[in-house]
Nanobody, 123 residues
Framework: QVQLAESGGGLVQAGGSLRLSCAAS????????MAWFRQAPGKEREFVGA????????YLAYSVKGRFTISRDNAKNTVYLQMNSLKPEDTAVYYC????????????????WGQGTQVTVSS
């Protein structure tokens, strides 16, 4: 099991940027595929992006591609989500999740979750 803690959320105007961080502790971090999800009020949890354990391969959902980037620093046991050109529809609670194996789109496939960080984008 790995413990996860997100930070970096906040209130930003449309067009602005935020960088979310997810600090991990516990099992070998570099072996875990890491993903970011988000959940807006009244909506299901949505896949945002993922990165392999080595950081060599990333995948971003179509809705954020070209605006968000995902990266990780295994020496710091941290994964990042850089969010640029933010839109009001990006408003949600953002969660990081870990999975030992290949990353998946389905949140049910992830066993370890952070508590989430709120991102609010004003128009």
């Amino acid at each position: 099991q790995v413990q996860l803690a997100e930070s970096g959320g906040g209130l930003v105007q449309a067009g602005g940027s935020l960088r979310l961080s997810c600090a991990a502790s516990g099992r070998t971090f570099s072996s875990a595929a890491m993903a970011w999800f988000r959940q807006a009020p009244g909506k299901e949890r949505e896949f945002v992006g993922a990165i392999t354990g080595s950081g060599g391969i990333t995948y971003l959902a179509y809705s954020v591609k070209g605006r968000f980037t995902i990266s990780r620093d295994n020496a710091k046991n941290t994964v990042y989500l850089q969010m640029n050109s933010l839109k009001p529809e990006d408003t949600a609670v953002y969660y990081c999740a870990a999975r030992y194996g290949t990353w998946k789109f389905d949140p049910e496939e992830y066993t370890d979750w952070g508590q989430g960080t709120q991102v609010t984008v004003s128009s």
